[in-house]
Nanobody, 126 residues
């Protein structure tokens, strides 16, 4: 069992920045692939970014160049740094993890993850 707790959401003006943090329980964090996805009302879930066990990162085209994902295995934490935020980035953001080591190529989607957090709201508006 893995528990994920997100923090750092909030409200920001367009063009602003926010950082989301996710802390994981369990002693095997170092071998988990991690990711973020988001969902807003009336829209499908959208994968945002992954950071793999080996540190490889992958991003959705919609956030590439604006978002950065990183991990700190000692602190069992994943951080999503979001810059140049747009109103269309408004959503509930979820941290998630895949714990079975499946050889998933490309950007991991919601169906690839085994555990996810409760989500944190990000609102971008003027």
């Amino acid at each position: 069992q893995v528990q994920l707790v997100e923090s750092g959401g909030g409200w920001v003006h367009p063009g602003g920045s926010l950082s989301l943090s996710c802390t994981a329980s369990g002693s095997r964090f170092v071998i988990y692939d991690m990711g973020w996805y988001r969902q807003s009302p009336g829209k499908q879930r959208e994968s945002v970014a992954n950071v793999r066990v080996n540190g490889t990162t992958t991003y959705a085209d919609s956030v590439k160049g604006r978002f950065t994902v990183s991990r700190d295995n000692d602190k069992k934490t994943v951080v999503l740094r979001m810059n140049s935020l747009k109103p269309e980035d408004t959503a509930v953001y979820y941290c998630a993890t895949e714990v079975h080591g499946r050889p998933i190529q490309g950007l991991m989607t919601h169906g690839d993850f085994d555990y996810w957090g409760q989500g944190t709201q990000v609102t971008v508006s003027s």
